[in-house]
């Protein structure tokens, strides 16, 4: 089976720097996908690692460990509307296994 | 915006009704994906269908059922009703199998009573 873990959740002040990590154990490798989703809306993809190494897009980038089996989401420059849910998840032929979630709360 | 659509928006039933939600995947896109999303947990993965064939399910029951349409746009339906059936159901489409990146909708928040 397939299990993913990160933290419940984060706090962080705008401006801030902040790192989201996930773990995961499959019994194979599909890539790691990151979505947010703010309140009761729709998941948005973000970034999707299938290799090692780090993968920018704007503020956000994304960095995969395959031997670890260990990612993270990297947001700079917070801004209070960065505020929610943010998931990790891998996709064997296509089903999302998405993680609990990390709830960022960006202060001001 | 992602260009997937669902409806209704809301949904109220009772324990033991049956309910019909429907996905218009984004132009482009063959595959639709349907999850359910409890509060406060990740989306859980219920099955896919890719060019009118299921082609994946999740661990949900037979009562858990779909179709997708030759325009791609997609059902799914419920039968007896539970509480704990209550959750938000999003669909996503992607273009082949979606590993990686999907398309999400807005969401179907079903409430049984």
């Known amino acids: 089976g397939q299990s993913l873990e990160q933290p419940s959740e984060v706090t962080a002040v705008e401006g801030a720097i902040v790192q989201i990590n996930c773990t995961y154990q499959?019994?194979?490798?599909?890539?790691l996908s990151w979505y947010q989703q703010h309140d009761g809306g729709a998941p948005t993809f973000l970034s999707y690692?299938?290799?090692?190494g780090l993968e920018e897009t704007g503020r956000f980038s994304s960095f995969l460990s395959r031997s670890d089996s260990y990612g993270y989401l990297l947001l700079q420059e917070l801004q209070m509307k960065d505020s929610a849910s943010y998931f990790c998840?891998?996709?064997?032929?296509?089903?999302?296994?998405f993680g609990q979630g990390t709830e960022l709360s960006v202060k001001p | 915006e992602t260009g997937v659509t669902q409806s209704p928006t809301h949904l109220i039933k009772t324990r033991g009704q049956q309910v019909t939600l429907r996905c218009s995947s984004q132009?482009?896109?063959?595959?639709v994906s349907w999850y359910q999303q409890a509060l406060g947990q990740g989306p859980q993965f219920i099955f896919q269908?890719?060019?009118?064939?299921?082609?994946g399910r999740g661990n949900f029951p037979p009562r858990f059922s779909g179709l997708q349409f030759p325009n791609y746009s997609s059902e799914l339906n419920v039968n007896a009703l539970e509480l704990d059936d209550s959750a938000l159901y999003l669909c996503?489409?992607?273009?082949?199998?979606?590993?990686?990146?999907?398309?999400f909708g807005p969401g179907t928040r079903l409430t049984v009573t």
């Open positions: 269908y890719y060019r009118e064939e299921e082609n």
């Open positions: 996503a489409s992607s273009r082949g199998t979606g590993e990686g990146e999907q398309y």
């Open positions: 499959t019994s194979g490798f599909y890539g």
């Open positions: 690692n299938a290799l090692d």
């Open positions: 132009s482009g896109h063959n595959t």
């Open positions: 998840a891998v996709s064997p032929g296509g089903k999302l296994i």
